[in-house]
């Protein structure tokens, strides 16, 4: 017993058709959307940057998770050859 598709029964099953995932009618109107949205979103991507979320988010979070400065705690980068170094202050 054979299981799948045989030349013969994709003969029979005639051409195939793309789906779809809508009815073909789209909405009018939202043209000056994208330049709106990408005009309004830059100065978002530049106000919320990494070292300003980590500054006004991170650090007051994370000392407050911690229960002390995290600021001031060296990181450490441990590695099996090299055993624990503390990592560089930027």
Known sequence: MTHGATPAK????GPVT??????GHFPRGHGPGFPLSSTAGFPR??????????STIGDPLVGTLLG???????????????G???LPRH
Do not use: G, K, M, Y
């Not at 994709?10 to 099953?13: P, Q, T």
């Not at 793309?18 to 009815?23: D, P, Q, S, V």
């Not at 002390?68 to 090299?82: D, G, K, L, Q």
């Open 18 to 23: 793309a789906i779809t995932l809508t009815n």
């Open 68 to 82: 002390h400065n995290a600021e001031v705690t060296p990181s450490w980068r441990c590695s099996p050859a090299v």
């Open 84 to 86: 624990c170094v503390p």
């Open 45 to 54: 991507a530049v106000v919320f940057s990494a070292e300003f979320a980590d």
């Open 10 to 13: 994709v003969a029979e099953a």
